[in-house]
Structure formats: C-alpha cells, structure tokens
C-alpha cells in the first residue's frame, strides 16, 4: 500500500481469533433478537375443528321408479381421531348433465341447488373434542350415544322419482356453469348419443355444530325408463334344485302379428339388452335378490332344497346403461311349497355272509342328506316274493338274521328317506346258514 509520502506501507492482517468473536458475538445478537421475537404473545389460535369423513361405501340401484340408496357412516374424523363428529348424515339428490371438470357441479352447487333426500340421524360423542387415535384401545373414550344410527353402520335410503325428481335444476349462469333445463331441452328430441337424463347422488356428514364435512363419491342413475316386466314365472323341482324359467319381457313381433308390421329402423341409439334378476320373495317385505348381476338367460337354478318350505319367486327385467343397472317393476310372484316325493337309489353292495345259525347281511350306505333307515327284505326262494324282516327302519347298514341251519334264504334292501318314500330295492343276495 502506497502512502501519502509515496512510501510503501505493509498492512497487518487482522487477528482471526478476533474476526471469529466478532462473528460470534453477531450471532449470540441475532439469537437474542429471534428469541425476543418468539416469546411475543400473540392473538390465540382457532381451536381444531373435527369433522367426519365421507361416507364410504355409496352405491345406488334403480328398481322401477324407485331408486334404493346404500352408504357407510362415518365412524371416523378427517384426522383419523374417532369418534366421529358427526350428528346427522345428509343425501343430496340433483338432476343435471354430468359434465368433466371444469364444468363439473361442485359440492356446493349439489347442496344448494340440489334436494335433500334424507337425512339420518347418527349417534353423538358427547363432547366431540375428546377423541382417541387410530391405535388407541377401543375404550380410551366413551362410545357415542343418542337414537340414531351406530357410526359405522350400514345405511339405506329411498327415493321415488316423482315428476319433480325429473326436472332438470335451473343453475346460474356463468361461462363455466352447465347448461339450464330450458337450454338443455331446445334442439332434436333424440341428441346423437341418446343419453338420458341423469339424477345424481351424494352424501355429506354433518357435525354437532352443523359443519359439513367432505362429500362421499358421486354416483349417477339414468332417469330413462324401465323396462317393461317379464310374465310371470314356472317353477320345477326335483330333489336336488329349483329350476325357475320365465318369458322373455320384450319378445319379438312374429307370425300372423309381424305381417301388419312395416319394416322400421331405430333412430338413434337402440336399447340395451335386456337381462334378468331373481329375487326370493317369499318374505314378501324383504324380497332376496337371488342373482349376483343381471343374467341374460330365461333360468334361474336355486339349490336351496329344504322340504315343506314355502318358496316364492319374482324376476325384474334389467337393462345396463352407462355404469348403472335400471330394473323394471317387479313381475307376478309365484310360490310353491316343496313336497319330497322323491325316492332315494336302491342300496348297493349287498353281501350275505353264513355263519353259524345265522346270516350276516352288509351293504353301502346311500348318499342321500335325507335318510331315515334300511328295511331289509326276506324270502324263501331266489325268485320269489321277499317280506321285510325289520319292523322299522334301522339306521346300521350291517343286519344279523338268525335262522335254522341248512335253509337257504334270499335278501334284498331297501332304503327309506325322512319324507317316507321309499328306494327300488337293491340287488338280491342268496346263502344258507351252517
């Protein structure tokens, strides 16, 4: 370095045990400063809100004009604490196109301009801020209480589609909104794709002070009409199943009725196919569906035989449009009461054995679920008429007949079942006794 002289200087470097104490010191300052800050009281946090998940599980089926519900109740918060804060469970019910994002109706637009179907009442926790985690044990905190339905619990709800049901909701305007039922209903009566109106369902928990919590999956039902019912239908049994046939429910036009009819084509797109559920409805407040998805065959085979049971049946034309399954009303219900009147097999493998003043007889038990016993036969020749040597049935397929030595008798077996009906008898055995 040059001075003011003109003469170079040599600058000392500054100490770096001083340079790092003085860094220090600048951070110990920052650190007090930082401190100081945190300390500050400020305004109190919101206590947490607990809200209920979504219900779970929603799923719909259209039974004529009637569509049946199905959900999960929520047992559960959204930050997976249980109970649930939840008081009531809200279906939501809105006809309106089902259109992609952006243009998709949100949860808000579905409650407010939507119709509440139902709501169900849900028991309580009595203070909803006591909660318990996942892994907590089960009486960590008092289960809920009141009259309602049990969270967790299975819950169903029913909607008739009335007129009102049918109309489209008015929305409000907006360069993202869907279109309103009177845009909707201008242009052709059949559109290029021939979909139907939509009626579309969801669910929302609803907190003890009222809150919504997140919204279930949506799921669609088409609002096109149902298919017509088949007749009514026959029913056989043997000792094995139950055999229920049916007509078709929309049977082609043919014969002397087809020649008044002038050859025609569908404008648009044609129905789908029509295919068939079963329902048990013997219990008729309760009908049983009997089919785990529609059939397209005109047979049902039921293997559920238990004799002097009264059985009633009912099917429903179903059609598949869209991801949703429309049935029709129920057809004409037929009952039977089922009589066993069927005989079991003749026994096999009869064996007579000779031993000493008597015949010992062995035979295969049958396999039928219902017998009763064997009736073992006698007689005194090889072809002639056998009377029964046991006065009821036994149930042994094992049988000692005492008899004189040096006779020669002839055997045969029969079984009986519980129904009292009675087998062929089996194959005949002959020996005489030492």
Not at 15 to 43: D, E, M, R, Y
Not at 44 to 67: C, H, Q, Y
Not at 123 to 149: F, H, I, M, Y
């Amino acid at each position: 370095m040059i001075d003011a002289g003109g003469r170079r200087t040599t600058q000392k470097s500054q100490n770096p045990q001083k340079k790092f104490f003085s860094a220090c010191s600048a951070c110990s300052a920052l650190i007090v400063v930082l401190a100081a800050a945190c300390g500050k009281k400020g305004p109190p946090l919101p206590p947490l809100v607990k809200l209920p998940l979504a219900p779970a599980d929603l799923s719909a089926e259209r039974r004529g004009d009637v569509v049946e519900l199905r959900f999960t109740v929520p047992a559960t918060n959204t930050d997976s604490t249980r109970p649930a804060n939840i008081e009531r469970a809200e279906v939501y019910a809105i006809t309106a196109p089902v259109l992609p994002p952006p243009l998709a109706l949100t949860d808000d637009q579905i409650v407010k301009y939507g119709t509440k179907v139902a709501a169900i009442e849900v028991k309580s926790p009595r203070n909803p801020n006591l909660t318990a985690d996942a892994d907590d044990p089960a009486d960590e905190v008092d289960a809920p209480e009141g009259g309602g339905l049990d969270q967790g619990a299975a819950a169903r709800v029913e909607e008739e589609l009335d007129d009102s049901a049918l109309q489209i909701a008015e929305l409000p305007r907006g360069p993202l909104a869907p279109p309103n039922g009177a845009d909707a209903a201008q242009g052709p009566l059949l559109g290029p794709f021939g979909d139907p109106p939509t009626r579309t369902y969801a669910v929302v928990g609803i907190s003890t002070r009222g809150k919504r919590g997140p919204m279930s999956r949506r799921i669609s039902v088409p609002l096109a009409p149902p298919p017509s019912p088949p007749g009514a239908p026959s029913i056989t049994y043997d000792e094995r199943a139950i055999s229920v046939t049916w007509t078709d429910a929309s049977p082609p036009i043919s014969g002397e009725d087809a020649k008044d009819v002038l050859p025609s084509r569908v404008l648009g797109v044609a129905r789908p196919a029509i295919a068939y559920n079963v329902y048990d409805a013997t219990h008729s407040e309760a009908p049983l569906k009997l089919t785990a998805s529609p059939i397209a065959e005109l047979k049902y085979t039921d293997a559920r035989i238990t004799w002097g049971e009264k059985r009633c049946y009912t099917v429903r034309a179903a059609e598949k449009i869209a991801d949703a399954t429309i049935e029709s009303d129920p057809g004409p219900v037929v009952c039977k009461t089922l009589v066993d009147t069927f005989p079991p097999a003749a026994p096999k493998g009869l064996a007579a054995i000779s031993s000493e003043g008597s015949i010992g007889l062995i035979w295969e038990p049958n396999a039928e679920k219902d017998i009763a016993g064997y009736v073992v036969l006698r007689g005194a020749s090889a072809d002639g008429k056998l009377q029964p040597v046991t006065p009821a049935p036994i149930q042994e397929t094992v049988y000692r007949d005492p008899v004189a030595a040096g006779v020669t008798y002839t055997y045969a077996v029969v079984a009986v079942d519980k129904a009292g009906n009675t087998s062929p008898p089996s194959a005949r055995a002959t020996e005489t006794a030492r």
